[in-house]
């Protein structure tokens, strides 16, 4: 039992708030590259997110291991962007560090997935049983140049400037 649910339950909440937060992430990542603010979104994205970094330490520990690490850095990142948007609205090169710190949010939550989607569909976990086939690291390796265009264009993007900060 975690925080009064079943095992299986809890997991089901923790991978519905990653999809979550990786849903609205991708929108407010669209929003970034449109000079948009979508806050309703970025709300979400970021509650949802924090919130599955948090829920996944709540599962038995073990042993420290490469999740539990992520999870840190995520949280470290995390604290970042609400900081840049949120204390610093955004002024000076906090503008830049909200672009870059959401879109690295957005990348580990997408790494994770990527992870579990080799570990738990059977058609992925056959092409790479212990992640270090070359499936999986080609896999890893587009997420990563997808995510580093991602963040070079929505920081030239976002840094000229706010079309609407509504929506």
């Known amino acids: 039992m ?5 095992t299986s339950t809890f997991t089901l909440v923790h991978v519905l708030l ?4 990786i849903g609205s992430g991708f929108i ?4 970034l590259l449109s000079r948009r603010m979508l806050n309703g979104w970025a ?10 970094s948090v829920t996944g330490f709540l599962f038995p520990f073990r042993a420290v291991t490469p999740g539990i690490i992520l999870g840190v850095l995520s949280l ?3 604290a970042a962007t609400i900081a840049a948007r949120y204390a610093f609205h955004l002024s000076g090169g906090w503008r830049s560090t909200y672009v870059i710190t959401a879109i690295v949010a957005l990348y580990f939550n997408c790494f994770v997935a990527v992870v579990q989607s080799f570990e738990k569909v059977p058609a992925l976990h056959s092409l790479a049983p212990t992640q270090k086939e070359p499936p999986f690291l080609a896999a890893q390796l587009l997420v990563l140049v997808v ?5 070079v264009l929505s920081v030239k993007k976002f840094k000229l400037g706010v079309a609407s900060a509504h929506a």
């Open 43 to 52: 709300a979400i994205f970021l509650t949802t997110t924090v919130l599955t």
């Open 147 to 151: 995510f580093v265009v991602l963040g």
């Open 2 to 6: 975690i925080l009064g649910m079943s």
């Open 76 to 78: 470290i990142v995390l």
């Open 28 to 31: 407010v990542v669209f929003g």
């Open 18 to 21: 990653s999809l979550a937060g």
